[in-house]
Nanobody
Framework: HVQLVESGGGSVQVGGSLRLSCVASGDTIGRYCMGWFRQIPDREREGVAGIESDGSTSYADSVKGRFTISQDSAKNAVYLQMNKLKPEDTAMYYC??????????????WGHGTQVTVS
């Protein structure tokens, strides 16, 4: 099993930046798809960015050009650099990990989340 702990959330002004971190333990992230998701109350959780073991990345259209996902295998960590933040980016952000089945990643390990507030 993989345990995930997020950090780096906080309050920031519109146009500002934050860097979220997700440190994994219990297994190496190189074996998994890693992703960042976000959720606001009464809304479905949405995928923000993902990175696979080969380093390929994907982004939601709403964050392309502003957010960057990266990983550091030595630290067993994944990061989400968020620039040009907008009020609509306000949400609880979750780190997730899971195996890849065919063309899809099955995220079945989740952190507890870190709050991002943009105003």
């Amino acid at each position: 099993h993989v345990q995930l702990v997020e950090s780096g959330g906080g309050s920031v002004q519109v146009g500002g930046s934050l860097r979220l971190s997700c440190v994994a333990s219990g297994d190496t992230i190189g074996r998994y798809c890693m992703g960042w998701f976000r959720q606001i109350p009464d809304r479905e959780r949405e995928g923000v960015a993902g990175i696979e073991s080969d380093g390929s990345t994907s982004y939601a259209d709403s964050v392309k050009g502003r957010f960057t996902i990266s990983q550091d295998s030595a630290k067993n960590a994944v990061y989400l650099q968020m620039n040009k933040l907008k009020p609509e980016d306000t949400a609880m952000y979750y780190c997730a990990a899971g195996p890849k089945w065919g063309a899809d990643c099955e995220y079945n390990y989740w952190g507890h989340g870190t709050q991002v507030t943009v105003s």
